[in-house]
Each structure stands twice: as C-alpha cells, then as structure tokens.
C-alpha cells in the first residue's frame, strides 16, 4: 500500500500518518474552520460551569463548610438557565456551521479523486474494480473527514481539560495533579497502541473488502455458477472469507472498546484517587482542607475531562485511521500525491477548464499529410501478454481501415494507444501531418469518438447518455440514431430520447446499447471515428444494415475499425492484420487474399 | 421503535447456537451495571462518615475500593464488547451464507431483475448492519436502559420524592427524544438515498471511463457529479440537524434533572431526611444518566436503519425461486438425447418493481415447439435476435421450466432429473471470471479436481501455451491486479470448465461471437473432441459456425420455422437455410 510512497522519497509525498493531509483540509477553508474551531471549543468547555455551579452549590449548603458561603438557591438555578441558554446555541449553531465544513471537504477530495481517474488512460485508470474505488470515495472520505470532525473536539478537549485543571489546581494543586495522572496514563497508552490500532483497523478492512468483492463477483457470475452447478464450492469460499472477516473484525473492535473503556474510567479512577488522599480533610473544609463543594467540582470536572481525555485518545487513534484511509485514496489516483487530493476546490464552483488541446484542429500543414498517421506505435502491458509492437498505420479522410487479427493479437490495445487510452511506450501519432503531443486530451471529438467494445451507458436519460455534455438538437440525435439503426427500437420506447436506461443502461437490451453507444460516438460529428467489433450483438440483418447506413453513403465516415466480419473486410480501404502485436500484412481484402498467408489462415 | 422482535425472529435460530456465550455477555453486562451503581454508593458513605469525623483508615480503605471498582468497571466494558461482537459476527455469518445460498438458488428471472450491486447490498450490506445490531442491541442499549432503571430503584430507596420526580422527568426526556427522533427520521432517510444515488451514478461512471474518456465526455461527468453533491449538501446538513435537536433534547434533561437534585436536595437536608452524602449520591446518579441516554441515542440511527435491512432480508429469503428443487431421477449414462414437444414459454419475471402482480400476460417467447436430437447428434440453430434461440438453451440446461409441454434429456423431464447440472453443460457468450487463481476460474473453488485433470483439460484445449507463459502457472491470479484476459481467453477458460465437467449434452450459447475466425476455427477442433460422443446444442448468429452440425434448425419469433439434416437443407434452394447463407455469403469478398 505504501511501497509507491517509498519510491518517490518519503519528504514529498508522506502524509506524517495523516497529519499533513489533513492540516490541509483545515486550511482549505480558512474562514470557515476557525469559527467552527471556536464554537466547538466553546461548546467543549462550557460543560466546566455545571462543574462549578455544583461547587457553589454545595457550599451554599447548611452543615458543609463553616467558612465558604457559595450561592443561593435561587442564584443557583438561575445559573443554570443561563448555562442551558449558550449550550443550546453553541450545539445548534455548531452542528449547522461544521456540518457543511465537513461536507465541503470530502466533496473536494472526491472531486479531487474524480477529477485524477478521468486524467488518467481512459482503458485502465485505475487497478481498483468500481466496487473498490466506490468505497474510496465512500468510506475512506467518511473516514477522513471524521478525523477532521474529531480535530475540532480535539482542541475543544484540550482547553476544557486545562481549564479544568487551572480551577482544580487553584484548590490544591498536588491533588489536582493525582487526580489528572489516570488520564495521561491512557494518553501515553493510546499512544503506544496507535500502530496496532491502524494494522487492525487495516485488516479488517481488507477482509471485509475480500468478502465484498467475492461476493460481487458470485452475483455476477450467477449463470455460469448454476449451469457448472458449482454452488456448493462457492459458498464454502464465501463462508471462509467470511470467517477471516469476523476473526479481525472483533480484534478491531474490541481493541476500539478497550480504548473507549480506558478513557471514560479515568474520571472514576482520579476521584477515588482524590477521596484516597483528602477523604480525611472534607469534615475540615476551607483552607485548610477539601470542601464538599470543592470535592463535587472534582467529580464533576474529572467526570468531563475524562470524557475529553476520552476524545484525545480517540482522535489520536482516529488520525491513524484516517492516515490508512489518506494513502488509500492517493493510491487511487496513480501518480498523484496527498497534495493533489486534498487540493483546494469550492463545491459551487466548476473546475477549471484544462488548457486547451495540444495540437489545434483544422490547420492543415501538408496538403497531401494524411488525416491520421501512426508510426512505430508500442504499448507493452504490464503482465507482459499482449500488447502492441511498432505499428505503423494511416488513415485518409473518407477511408474504412480495418484492423483484424486472431484474439490476442493486440487489435483492442492498438485503438486504445492511437486514442490515448493507454499509454505508448514509443511511437508518434499525428494529425494532418502534425504530431499529437498528448493524444489522451487532443483525440476526443471534434477530432475523434469511439465506441469500446463492451460499450456502457449510464443511468440518465438516453438523451442524456448520446450527447454526454455536447451540444446536439432531436433532429441531430435521431440522425445518429437513424444511422446507428435504432430508430425501430426508439420508436417503441414511450418516452423516445428521455427514456431513463436505468443503471448501466440495463434497461435495454445489448444490442441497443451497443447501437446506443454508437450513435452517441456518431453524434459528436468528430472527423474521425473508431470502433471495435461493433457489431458482436447484431443479428446478420441488423449488422448489414449498420455497415451499409454508415459506409455506403454520399459521403461515408472516416473510420477506423476493429472487425473480423466479411462486410466490414469487404467495404474496407485498407486492411491491418496484426499478430502477437505486430503489423504482418496490410492492404486491400482482395490484395490480402492473394498475398497474406496470415490472412487466409484467417479466413480460409 | 427499534425492530428487536424481529430482529430475533430472523436470527434466532442462529443465536440458539451461541447460548454459552450469550449466558457469558448477560453476567458481564449486569456485573459492570452493579460495578456502575456501586461506587456512588461508596463515594456517598465516604462523605458523611468524613463529615462525621470517621478514622482515616476506613475512609482511605473505602477510597481503594472506588479506584478498584473504576477498573473492574473498564474489564467488564471491554470482556462484554468482544463477546457480543464475538455472538453478532458468528450469527451474521451464518445468515450470510444462507442467504447467498438462496440467492444463488434462485431463478434467473429473479436475477434479472436484481442487479449483483442490489444483492451485494442485501447479502453483506444489511446483514453487516444487523452484526452491529447485536452487541450495539445488548451492550449499548440493553445495558444502559437497565443502568438507568437501576439508577431509578436506587433512588426510590433514598426518597420516594426524588426517585419519582427524576423517573419522570427521565421519562419524559425519553419520550420527548422519541418525538423528535420521528420527526428527523425522514430526514436522514432522504439523506441515504442521495448518497445511495450519488455512488451508484459513480460506480458506473467509473466502470465505463473507457466511453467517457474516448467521447470526450469527462469533464461533464465530473460537472454531473458536482451536481449530485450540490444537492446531497443541504440533505446532509439538515441529517445534522436531527442530531443537533436529539442533543438539545438531552441537555434540557440535564439541567432540568439538576434543578430538580438541587432544589430537592436542599430541602431534604433541611428538614433532615438526607445527609450531605446523600445529596451527592443523588447528584452523581443524576449524572449518570445522561451518558448512558446519549449512547443509547447514538444507537438509534444505526438499529432503525437495522429495521429497513431486516425487512429487506426477511423479503429476500422470502422470495421463492420460480424453480422447484431437482428430482430424483438420475440420467443415463454417455450422450443424452434431448426432446421437446410442445413447449410454450413466456417471461413471467417482468414484475413490476412495485412488487404488483404483473398486468395482462407476459408476451410468449416460445410457441409450440417440438423438437427431437437424438443422442449424439450435434443440432445448429440460427435465428434472428429475439427468436427464441437464447430462451429454448435456458430451457435445456434447466434455468427456466416452461410452461406447457416437455423438455426431456436422455428420456427424463429436466425438473425430474436429479443430476441435470453435471450433465447438462452450457456456455454462454458472457463468461465471467473471478479475481482469482486460474485454478479457482476453472474448478470454480472445487478443491475435489485435482491438477492432473486441469492440466489434461487445458492441453486438450489448446490453452497450454497461454498457461505456459502465466509467471505462477494455475495460481496466477486473473484479473484485478493480476493478469488481464481477452474476450477470446475468456471463451476458452470457459469451455475448460464444460470440459471439466464430462456432460452428456452440452449447449454452445453464442460462445464464439466475439472470436476472430482463425482463433474460432482452433476451438471448434476442441469443440469438435468435446461433442465426440455427446449431444451438442449449438446456438449462433454466424453461419460459419454451423459448418459442421448434423441438423440444422431456423427459429423466428419463437416458433420453428425450419428443421432437418444441414446436408438436405443446403441442397434444397427454397429453404431459408439455404436462403441465410446466399444473404451471408453476398459479403464475401470478391
């Protein structure tokens, strides 16, 4: 989790367990967190009056104290009405202000991490399946923001504790500093504990990951599960990840419990120690020993300092916590420091705008450059399979270029490199005879759009799914649709283009998504289109009819393709076979008939 | 308020099992309640007797005995949280597995309609909700509200006056809080539901960055994401808000519990019916109550949510699948023949989500089919999408039943049969593969197929030179941070698992849709040895597939429209057979 961490030097990009991040998060907001500091420190201390209108109390009482006179009855209560007044205030308006600090926070790293995975290359941004990154911005976001919940009852605590101590001190010093040793006792504890807490914290979390996920899998996979009739040995694995997660989810539990139960005790534990010492000197009173009054403002003040001390230590633990949630979310966002995540955005405003594409459109430097020319294009795949090798490839305005080749043979990875999905290692794309600096930011429409192989859509309205932030009227879209052949189908939905598509467009069947997904890369009107294997959940008809609307027309699409299917090889300009990730022939259909051997081994 | 009832009703018979424990927890959680009422008691004879001017010995040793009992106090907390997590963690699993086993048992009609996400929700999310209902149920709220009780009695003792007044007043705090908490619950339910929305739109924008990316469209997602948290904001604040007025609630009782020890406690000792430690007592009682009532409040969120996920279980186990339990019948030996006669099915599963009956009938997908392969015979069928190809495979291997007529393999009715499932193989066009071993993908978590077998599976495949160049060999792990596999491998890993399985029928479902043709043609040699001496169903989209099956058969909307030897077929130029391969061949290139 932390390896990437060490290869960049721990100076630039360590958290401090936490810590920096999340100093960074508080100055995000330099007008908001102060207040909240203030009102929640208030709120924190104020607890301390109950403490002394006690004292007064009992000293106010007949038989207690000969020499100290405390308030009146009457004196006391109205006191009290005052004290309940500001804390009903304090709790109200501090809810209100911190709440929406706390929401302004996790909004901006979770924008921040968003932000990150769409900068990244569109194939694989991240190793994490969605169900994790979900959790990242789900949980670790709550994780985080908690510690910075707690930073303000941190410092609330630390106050209240000290001037608890100042009151307890102007009584008897020595005493007050027996009563406070239980609570520095389970500080110097909690302390010590904190690496333990964060490895359990870690386990269980991954165990509890390893159940989710495995789940996940089990409900997708259903069919395969039933028809291989392998339920049995699938719910016996469930069962035992299962069981590791129980394992380290009580370790971690009871460890948080132990210190809860160590910080709420020391309270109890100073007054007896207290009574140990002065129980003796109560009959005396006054100076020359403990009041009544003066021992319940002990109690009272132990009770709550214990309960700050409480808070102390949680927040202790929690900013430990917090640092495996931090170096979660980081490790998310691959390339990325903790700076980058906990960078400054406000939630009302936009993001701003990336500088524009590298390399302009439109500008033609050579007449007779090709629209698109790849040379020597390598992209290696980290698991050393697959991957593609020096490709060389162009294509001219108006032309079909189909890749084809046996599985394996690289044709997905060679659109994903030429659109910047993926990396390449080496190799130039350019553009009207212009080389693309950076072809993740410069080939999306208007230059280019694609459909991927399993295309998604998302849950909004199908309208909303086809033009996905460009501008584009009914007449425009039906266009699309009309081309992509779903007019049939969009006719029979009640609400046409408003149709929700429901999550992942499941609503649809897969043809229609695939179609969908086409339209969607159609209606952006870029020069150039690329799409791979569109047509694997066409039926024949359906399938001619989308080769014949988009390439047997006045003024047919550029495109470059990723098909195995006769009418795509038969329409083709030009033909790229590839295999183990190389070019090993190239040309006309016919021409590969006659001169290919990898091609007629391909089609017989 | 909070669904103890039927919380218990759903687990006990989980819970049965754990009754030593359970017995444990109980003298843990009373032991700490009679720790915590104890030490005021103490603290109280520690005063009046050092204002009657006691020896210092007593006093000193009365002293010891708090500090001792604060300790024991924390013991007892800490031993009561690790057995009730123990008990709420081991009962959770195994309602966990049994309701994984009946979902996996349930019919595809069901999981249609129920995306793997929902379930996941159901399964893990709700169960691990009521794993922290126990020990937040027992230790949390149980303990405390017997704490307070207790705190009550031990008043009424002192003074019926005092008891009764602070019960009331505790009383009405609680019923004051119950009040507000309904008035917030709304509240903080639509705040859930905006945050179940705003991830779920996430997921799936971050499963298909690939469309997005390529489109051009990121920068709007992450503006409609922004969008979704500009209008999760004021929900959430105002979900603080609950809390704040649950807080406030509990503060009034505070000071009004205090106004009331202090006033009572001042004319009690003028009139002398208590002493100066005793005021104290019922100061600290007083106290005490307000930190138990917080924590059974901060319990509140968590167990009503518990209630939403135990109905939502409780329907889920509930749900019955749509499939009877296998027969008895076992199925012969060798290749099975497969029959049909009549058959007529429809999709009944598209119900509403309202949970109503559906309106009208279900549209018919298969209409009268009568069909007959016998054993050992390999039968193509082609047919346009939405023919019914898809739906007759499902027949076959037993995910649906139909609704008139008889599916038959090897002469038994395939809800009679007992061992359908390892006969009967399919593979669909959709394989899915777990983020695990190689081995684990193709035994699917079997530890009974050893590797001799595997290995033997895989070479008679032609995978052998893939698996070769895989760094951990069958323990490589697929997928996730492990190695990445295509469309085609993933075909192929699947048609390992049917190979595994030695069935006697075997439906290829689409399987070769997404393969180029050269890798196509290197597994139907495979495909070749697997039908040897078995019965083949093969459904497709591509005529080439169908080149080397024994009988050709041409569905459209749902009824047969052709059926006979591929042979006679082709030769005869009225037929459609004959028909679909002129319109696929005019492609071929010329």
């Known amino acids: 989790m932390t390896t990437t961490t060490h290869a960049r030097g721990p100076d630039a990009t360590t958290t401090a367990g936490g810590l920096r991040p999340l100093l960074r998060l508080m100055a995000n907001q330099p007008v908001r967190y102060p207040i909240s500091l203030a009102v929640w420190t208030l709120n924190w201390t104020w607890p301390v009056m109950i403490g002394v209108i006690a004292q007064q109390y009992f000293d106010g009482l007949d038989g207690t104290s000969a020499d100290q006179a405390g308030w009146t009855l009457v004196t006391v209560v109205i006191a009290l009405g005052a004290y309940l007044l500001v804390r009903l205030a304090g709790i109200f308006f501090g809810m209100w202000w911190h709440a929406r600090l706390l929401f302004r926070a996790g909004a901006g790293m979770q924008r921040s991490m968003l932000r990150r995975i769409f900068a990244l290359p569109g194939a694989r941004p991240v190793r994490e399946s969605p169900g994790e990154v979900v959790s990242r911005f789900r949980d670790d976001v709550e994780h985080t923001t908690e510690a910075l919940d707690l930073s303000v009852d941190f410092t609330g605590s630390i106050v209240s504790a000290t001037v608890s101590f100042v009151l307890l001190a102007r009584i008897d010093p020595v005493l007050a500093m027996v009563a406070f040793a239980p609570m520095v006792v389970v500080l110097l504890v909690v302390w010590t504990l904190a690496n333990r807490i964060r490895r359990y914290r870690e386990s269980a979390r991954e165990t509890t990951e390893a159940v989710a996920g495995f789940l996940g899998e089990t409900l997708s996979a259903t069919q395969s599960i039933k028809v291989n009739g392998a339920e049995r040995p699938v719910l016996d694995r469930f069962a035992r990840l299962n069981d590791r997660r129980r394992v380290m989810m009580v370790r971690d539990r009871t460890l948080t419990a132990a210190t809860d139960a160590m910080g709420q005790t020391t309270g109890t534990v100073g007054t007896g120690l207290v009574l140990l010492l002065a129980a003796g000197s109560l009959a005396r009173g006054g100076a020359a020993g403990l009041s009544v009054g003066d021992f319940a403002l002990f109690g009272i003040l132990l009770a709550h300092t214990s309960f700050a001390a409480f808070f102390i230590g949680t927040f202790l633990a929690r900013i430990r916590q917090a640092g495996v949630s931090f170096d979660r979310m980081v490790d998310l966002m691959d390339g990325s420091t903790w700076r980058d995540l906990t960078v400054h955005s406000e939630l009302e405003e936009s993001l701003p705008v990336p500088t524009a594409p590298a390399t302009r459109v439109g500008v033609v430097d050579r007449v007779d450059a090709p629209l698109l020319a790849v040379r020597g294009l390598t992209h290696v795949h980290p698991d050393a399979a697959g991957g593609i090798h020096d490709v060389d490839l162009q294509v001219e305005r108006g032309q079909l270029v189909v890749v084809t080749g046996r599985v394996g043979a690289g044709k997905t990875t060679l659109l994903q490199t030429v659109l910047g999905l993926l990396p390449a290692e080496r190799g130039t794309i350019a553009w009207h005879g212009r080389t ?101 959940a066409l039926d024949v ?32 300009d030009h033909v790229v076979v590839l295999e183990a990730g190389r070019v090993v022939a190239r040309g006309t259909a016919a021409e590969l008939r006659r001169t290919s051997a990898a091609f007629r081994e391909l089609w017989g | ?114 995306p793997p996400g929902e379930l996941l929700e159901r399964v893990d999310g709700d169960v691990t909700a009521l794993s922290n209902f126990f020990s937040a149920m027992v230790v949390k709220v149980v303990g405390n509200g017997v704490l307070i009780a207790g705190i009550v009695v031990l008043l009424l003792r002192e003074s019926w006056l005092v008891g009764v007044t602070l019960g009331v007043l505790v009383g009405l705090g609680i019923l004051a809080m119950g009040r507000l908490h309904a008035i917030a619950v709304p509240w903080w339910r639509r705040q859930r539901a905006v945050a179940a929305e705003t991830f779920g739109q996430l997921g799936e924008q971050v499963d298909g960055t690939e469309d997005i990316a390529g489109n051009g469209g990121g920068r709007y997602m992450q503006e409609r994401f922004a969008d979704q948290l500009r209008t999760w904001m004021p929900l959430h604040v105002r979900g603080w808000m609950g809390w704040a007025l649950m807080w406030g609630t509990s503060e009034v009782l505070q000071v009004l519990l205090l106004v009331a020890v202090f006033v009572l406690g001042a004319w009690q000792l003028d009139v002398g019916t208590m002493t100066v430690g005793t005021v104290y007592l019922v100061l600290n009682y007083a106290e005490m109550v307000g930190h138990p009532l917080h924590e059974i409040r901060e319990q509140m969120q968590d167990l009503q949510k518990a209630g939403a996920s135990i109905a939502r279980v409780e329907d889920l186990l509930a749900t019955p699948t749509a499939l009877p339990p296998a027969g008895t019948t076992p199925l012969p030996t060798g290749p099975l023949g497969l029959s049909l006669t009549g058959v007529g099915f429809a999709y009944h599963d598209a119900r509403p989500d309202d949970g109503t009956e559906p309106k009208g009938d279900a549209p018919r997908v298969l209409h009268d089919i009568d069909l007959e392969v016998p054993a050992g015979r390999v039968l193509g069928i082609v047919g346009r999408t939405g023919s019914g190809k898809s739906t007759l495979a499902r027949l076959v291997t037993r995910l649906y039943d139909p609704d008139t007529g008889h599916v038959r393999v090897g002469g038994v009715e395939t809800a009679e049969a007992a061992d359908l499932r390892d006969r009967v193989a399919m593979v669909t066009q ?161």
């Open chain 1, 436 to 536: 693309v600096d950076d072809p993740a930011r410069f080939m999306v429409p208007p230059v280019a759009a694609y459909t991927p192989q399993v295309p998604r859509l998302f849950s909004m309205a199908l309208r909303d799914n086809l033009l996905m932030g460009t501008d584009g009227d009914d007449e425009r879209l039906w266009a699309a649709m009309d081309t992509a052949t779903m007019t049939r189908d969009l006719a029979t939905m009640p609400d046409g283009l408003d149709t929700m598509v429901g999550p992942r467009g499941m609503r649809l069947s897969g043809g229609q998504v695939q179609r969908s997904a086409a339209a969607r890369m159609l209606v952006r009107g870029a020069e150039l289109v690329v799409f791979d294997d569109l047509s694997s």
């Open chain 2, 430 to 590: 959709d394989v899915q593969l777990f983020r695990a071993t190689v081995r684990d993908n193709l035994t699917f978590f079997d530890p009974s197929i050893d590797d001799a077998r595997l290995v033997e599976a895989v070479a008679t495949l032609g995978l052998d030179d893939w698996l070769a160049t895989l760094p951990d060999g069958l323990d490589t792990r697929l997928g996730g941070d492990g190695v990445g596999v295509s469309a085609g491998q993933a075909q192929l890993l699947a048609f390992t698992r049917v190979f595994l399985r030695d069935p006697g029928l075997v439906v290829l479902d689409e399987a070769s849709s997404r393969l180029d043709p050269a890798t196509e043609a290197w597994l139907e040699r495979a495909v070749d040895g697997l039908l040897r001496d078995r019965t083949g169903v093969i459904i497709a989209h591509r005529l080439g597939t169908l080149e080397r099956v024994d009988d050709v058969l041409v569905m459209a909307d749902g009824r047969v429209v052709e059926h006979g030897p591929r042979e006679r077929l082709r030769a005869d130029r009225d037929s459609r057979y004959a028909h679909l391969l002129a319109t696929g061949l005019e492609e071929v290139l010329t």
């Open chain 2, 1 to 114: 308020m909070i669904p103890v009832r039927a919380y218990l009703a759903l687990l006990t018979t989980h819970l049965r099992e754990h009754r030593a424990r359970m017995a444990l927890l109980a003298v843990l959680v009373l032991g700490d309640i009679a720790v915590q009422l104890a030490i005021p008691q103490v603290v109280r004879t520690i005063i009046d007797d050092a204002l009657a001017g006691t020896a210092t010995d007593r006093l000193v040793w009365l002293a010891g005995m708090v500090v001792l009992a604060a300790l024991a106090h924390m013991g007892l907390a800490v031993a009561a949280t690790r057995v009730a997590e123990e008990v709420g963690w081991r009962a959770t699993n195994d309602l966990r597995a049994d309701l994984a086993d009946h979902v996996l048992h349930l019919d595809l009609g069901f999981h249609k309609q129920h």
């Open chain 1, 541 to 572: 008809e359906t399938e001619a009819a989308l080769w014949a609307r988009l390439f047997d027309v006045d003024e047919p699409a550029t495109a470059l393709v990723v098909s195995h299917r006769r009418p795509a090889l038969a329409r083709a």
